[in-house]
């Protein structure tokens, strides 16, 4: 069952576009195409703080693990690190030539992964707002469209416009694997939290999920006519994988992978989901610009 509708974005600006869940507290960050980042009180039902800066909408955000701060990503090529204490910009880093599609924050909580159109992934500083390392991906030709480190911290996941998935090797920096089985853009990938496996989509209708102790596709889950996927994360067990698009489901990770659970709570696509800690609740938001909370009872 739906728990609660909340809307965050503005009004006039239509679109919530990104969400994630600020640990161990029920508040969650949302970033929309009103180019500001809100973060909402679940208990409290209501907005915390609005955070604004960036000059275009809101793509990527990414709460700390232990820390009160937030980063986030827009097409107009900033990264920002915001204290939530003070709910100010930190830092602004300005270290890719296009718009950054992607974030992901290392395991240490001390670097920050971001990815963009101009053909790099590049490596930051979140506490000095210094750009460490930059890579160019020589084999694509429109740029890479998202980025995740894998839990160990040593190796992480881009995705390409050109329909390729590439593992890279950390401390090397350079390109350890290729899975290019998808047709179109990768739309989402993630690493399940026990590191065994990876789930990319594309604009293919199709979501793959990756067994990385073999480098193999085990499972492709075929998805409805013109379904495209937003989003992809797993709960910390590894054992559930979410999906946002034309709606919000739950995967049960199997050989099966059977669908446990829908739901068609948003009146236009979903663009992101998260599930909360120990899986007892879900969130999604929307371009409908809500942000909605769903019980595990009904998807575990």
């Not at 986030?72 to 602004?92: G, K, L, M, T």
């Not at 599609?101 to 490596?123: C, E, K, M, R």
């Not at 739950?250 to 909360?276: E, M, N, P, R």
């Amino acid at each position: 069952a739906v728990v609660s509708t909340q809307s965050t974005g503005s009004a006039s600006t239509p679109g919530i576009l990104c969400l994630d869940l600020l640990p161990n507290t029920k508040r969650t960050v949302t970033g929309g195409a009103d180019k500001n980042i809100v973060l909402f009180g679940k208990e409290e039902e209501k907005i915390v703080c609005t955070l604004k800066g960036h000059t275009k909408k809101v793509t990527s955000v990414v709460a700390h693990p232990n820390e009160k701060a937030i980063v986030s990503a827009s097409p107009d090529a900033q990264i920002r690190i915001w204290d939530i204490d003070s709910e100010s910009c930190r830092h602004v880093m300005r270290v890719h030539d296009g718009p950054v599609t992607g974030l992901s924050l290392h395991p240490t909580g001390d670097y920050v992964l971001s990815s963009s159109t101009d053909q790099h992934w590049a490596f930051s500083d979140i506490h000095t707002g210094k750009l460490l390392c930059k890579v160019a991906d020589q084999s694509v030709s429109h740029g890479l469209t998202c980025c995740q480190f894998h839990p160990d911290g040593l190796i992480f996941g881009t995705g390409t416009s050109d329909s390729l998935v590439k593992i890279w090797d950390f401390k090397e920096q350079k390109s350890a694997a290729n899975f290019p089985s998808h047709s179109g853009p990768i739309s989402a990938l993630a690493f399940s939290e026990n590191g065994y496996y990876l789930a990319t989509s594309a604009d293919d209708e199709v979501v793959k999920l990756w067994d990385l102790r073999k480098l193999k596709n085990f499972k492709t889950i075929t998805l409805e006519d013109k379904y495209t996927v937003k989003s992809l994360t797993f709960d910390n067990s590894g054992h559930y994988l979410a999906v946002a698009g034309p709606d919000v489901r739950v995967y049960q990770i199997s050989k099966q992978c059977d669908l446990i659970q829908t739901w068609k709570a948003h009146t236009q696509d979903a663009t992101s989901v998260k599930f909360g800690p120990n899986v007892d609740y879900l969130a999604s938001v929307s371009n409908d610009r809500t942000l909605k909370f769903y019980s595990s009872s009904s998807s575990a």
